[in-house]
């Protein structure tokens, strides 16, 4: 039986480590050749993420491999649209599309919530799934994108560069964009608390588009709606000491660095940080902080690799409140051995800060 490693959820709550956790945004993925493998068999990516088992076993794939102090439900940011029965699907290197986009209010004043109980009901049982077969040897996080971040999909009809139609919506239709905005936070809410009660021990927003809104704009379309989501998490009381069922939340804005003092404000425990952070200029202080190697360092040969770990895990010194992982997701081309590195050197120099 494997000891039970809950060094990700006590970091999460800023209580004492023996070494820094460390996990990585899209651990679960195209670097990996059995996920590359699996996929191949299984046709698609949604038919992965749809069948319960599958999205399990790719979630359990990179524990594997590497020493991780979490695992991540494999599953996208886009199964929430999808369920609103916008008609998600994936071309060949073109990532996510959508069959109907939403394109004016009538669309959007047509949207139902979904009920994560019935069309989610996948995501659910991966979750339960992945805890069983996890026999709590690390955490499982479960996730969603946030709002603003959905709405660039849903509206743009899938990935964009320039945001052009939903930042159009925004300055001349905003009452639109504000239910769209209300109608996928409710949505979130339920999604998220659904997949607590199907076990996920701690929950991720991710707004990777966040940074492409001015500050004003950021504020008001993006980190309001975020705010209302947490505030409506069924989560447990965090106490003064390591509480071991609350479940803890993080916001993880791309781009957002110049807003942390706002984003800290926003109800969560832990705030992602992208490689454009300096972490000196944060407060280290009762909230955690997740993030920040550039994902190309992992490019590099195993001596550079090390140095800005320990650049990185030397501006946190002795503070309990960091969980080590890449400013983004981790990219495809990415060399195993990098990984290996990195796992090993994160928990291997943090022991000189803290108790390991
Ligand atoms: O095999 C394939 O071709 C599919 C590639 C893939 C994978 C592995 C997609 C399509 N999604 C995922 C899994 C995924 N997506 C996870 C799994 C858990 C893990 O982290 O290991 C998670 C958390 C996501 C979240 C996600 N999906 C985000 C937010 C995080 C981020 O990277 O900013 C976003 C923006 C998406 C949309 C999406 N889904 C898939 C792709 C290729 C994209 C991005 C497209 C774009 O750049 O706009």
């Not at 955490?139 to 159009?168: D, R, V």
């Not at 309001?224 to 000491?241: C, D």
């Not at 902080?289 to 990185?312: C, E, F, R, S, W």
């Not at 890449?326 to 290996?340: A, C, M, N, R, W």
Request: hydrophobic share 40%; glycine share 8%; net charge neutral.
């Amino acid at each position: 039986m494997q000891r039970q490693n809950d060094r990700y959820l006590r970091a999460l709550q800023c209580q004492p480590v023996d070494c820094t956790p460390v996990w990585m945004m899209r651990q679960a993925g195209r670097y990996l050749p059995e996920y590359r493998q699996l996929r191949a068999k299984a046709g698609d990516f949604m038919t992965m993420c749809k069948n319960p088992e599958l999205a399990c076993e790719v979630t359990l794939q990179p524990l594997r491999r590497f020493d991780l102090d979490a695992a991540i439900i494999f599953s996208d940011i886009l199964t929430i649209p999808d369920a609103m029965g916008l008609g998600l699907y994936f071309e060949q290197g073109e990532g996510p599309k959508f069959k109907n986009p939403i394109t004016n209010f009538n669309d959007i004043n047509k949207l139902s919530i979904p009920d994560p109980e019935i069309e989610l009901t996948y995501v659910m049982d991966a979750i339960r799934l992945a805890r069983k077969e996890l026999q709590g040897k690390v955490p499982l996080i479960g996730f969603a994108g946030s709002p603003w971040t959905l709405a660039t999909y849903m509206i743009e009809g899938g990935s964009s560069k320039t945001f052009t139609k939903i930042k159009k919506m925004l300055y001349s239709d905003p009452a639109s964009l504000h239910l769209l905005l209300d109608k996928l936070a409710e949505s979130v809410a339920l999604y998220l608390n659904a997949q607590i009660k199907a076990g996920a021990q701690s929950i991720m927003i991710f707004d990777s588009w966040g940074g492409a809104l001015s500050h004003r704009s950021y504020l008001e379309f993006s980190l309001q709606y975020m705010h209302k989501i947490i505030s409506l998490l069924e989560r447990g009381t965090r106490g003064p000491s390591y509480t071991k069922d609350y479940v803890p939340v993080t916001l993880f804005t791309k781009g957002g660095g110049l807003w942390l003092d706002k984003i800290m404000q926003a109800g969560c425990d832990a705030v992602g940080v992208d490689w454009t952070v300096d972490l000196s200029t944060l407060p280290k202080e009762n909230i955690a902080i997740q993030g920040n190697l550039d994902p190309t360092v992992l490019y590099a040969d195993k001596v550079t690799i090390k140095n800005n770990i320990d650049l990185i895990l030397k501006e946190f010194g002795p503070y309990n409140g960091h969980i080590f992982n890449l400013g983004h997701g981790i990219s495809q081309d990415t060399p195993i051995e990098s990984v290996e590195v990195l796992v090993n050197t994160v928990h291997q120099l943090s022991k000189r800060d803290h108790n390991g």
